[in-house]
């Protein structure tokens, strides 16, 4: 859900603004069917920009009310006279499930993450890709790990439709059977998302996760949701 302000990080450099949203996403995969809600900032500077989102999924895994709470903060750091920007990021969080009619809670390993940032736009900043190369640690994980991510978004129709997403691969020990054994070493996640905006506040759309070892399940998923966004 982080895909707004991601992609908004490749523009910065060019274009002083501040934006902030509210996404609502009711998710459609059969294994989910539950709400999520998305809140993003971005802001740029002189020396770069600072974005952070925070995920929250409600009545999910039998229990109710919040269920899991997750949040990146990241900055890079980039000024006129630099080809490439520094980006440094914090990931982290936790969530809850039933068991037998309890609540067991779990937390999501916190991460940190230094690297470079590229980015090429067109010339009106209507379309752009971005791409990061990241040392990552996972607590209690992997001391030593990497990310590659790829972040783009196209602007349609005097703004009329957007396509944004972002695709992330990188290495993260996984225990699926929670037998101490190693299943896969590696994730992929991309979030494309596909908005119509109806206002210049208000955008109707979907996201579709398409992942592999990702999260507590072993293999390839898609899942795709309907939301609502709000543009401050």
Same mark, same amino acid.
């Given at each position: 859900?982080?895909? &707004?302000?991601?992609?908004?990080?490749?523009? =910065?450099?060019?274009?002083?603004?501040?934006?902030?949203?509210?996404?609502?996403?009711?998710?459609?995969?059969?294994?989910?069917?539950?709400?999520?809600?998305?809140?993003?900032?971005?802001?740029?500077?002189?020396? !770069?920009?600072?974005?952070?989102?925070?995920?929250?999924?409600?009545?999910? !895994?039998?229990?109710?009310?919040? &269920?899991?709470?997750?949040?990146?903060?990241?900055?890079?750091?980039?000024?006129?006279?630099?080809?490439?920007?520094?980006?440094?990021?914090?990931? !982290?969080?936790?969530?809850?499930?039933?068991?037998?009619?309890?609540?067991?809670?779990?937390?999501?390993?916190?991460?940190?993450?230094?690297?470079?940032?590229?980015?090429?736009?067109?010339?009106?900043?209507?379309?752009?890709?971005?791409?990061?190369?990241?040392?990552?640690?996972?607590?209690?994980?992997?001391?030593?790990?990497?990310?590659?991510?790829?972040?783009?978004?196209?602007?349609?129709?005097?703004?009329?439709? =957007?396509?944004?997403?972002?695709?992330?691969?990188?290495?993260?020990?996984?225990?699926?059977?929670?037998?101490?054994?190693?299943?896969?070493?590696?994730?992929?996640?991309?979030e494309p998302q596909f908005w119509f905006?109806?206002?210049?506040?208000?955008?109707?759309?979907?996201?579709?996760?398409?992942?592999?070892?990702?999260?507590?399940?072993?293999g390839f998923y898609i899942r795709p949701?309907?939301?609502?966004?709000? &543009?401050?």
């Amino acid at each position: 859900m982080k895909t &707004t302000l991601l992609l908004l990080l490749i523009m =910065s450099f060019s274009i002083i603004s501040f934006s902030q949203n509210v996404q609502i996403h009711y998710d459609l995969g059969k294994d989910r069917k539950f709400v999520t809600t998305t809140v993003e900032m971005f802001k740029p500077d002189s020396y !770069g920009n600072t974005f952070f989102f925070i995920d929250m999924d409600y009545y999910s !895994g039998g229990s109710k009310g919040v &269920t899991m709470a997750y949040w990146e903060i990241a900055r890079v750091l980039k000024t006129e006279k630099m080809p490439l920007g520094i980006h440094i990021e914090y990931d !982290g969080g936790f969530g809850r499930f039933a068991v037998n009619g309890s609540d067991v809670a779990y937390r999501i390993n916190d991460a940190y993450l230094l690297g470079l940032d590229y980015s090429i736009n067109s010339s009106d900043f209507s379309k752009g890709i971005a791409f990061k190369v990241l040392y990552k640690t996972i607590i209690d994980k992997n001391k030593m790990s990497f990310q590659l991510t790829t972040v783009w978004f196209a602007h349609f129709f005097d703004n009329k439709l =957007s396509l944004t997403g972002f695709a992330d691969f990188w290495k993260e020990d996984s225990d699926f059977n929670f037998d101490g054994t190693v299943d896969a070493e590696y994730i992929f996640l991309t979030e494309p998302q596909f908005w119509f905006n109806a206002t210049e506040h208000f955008s109707i759309g979907s996201e579709v996760e398409i992942s592999n070892n990702f999260g507590n399940l072993e293999g390839f998923y898609i899942r795709p949701t309907i939301a609502m966004k709000y &543009t401050f």
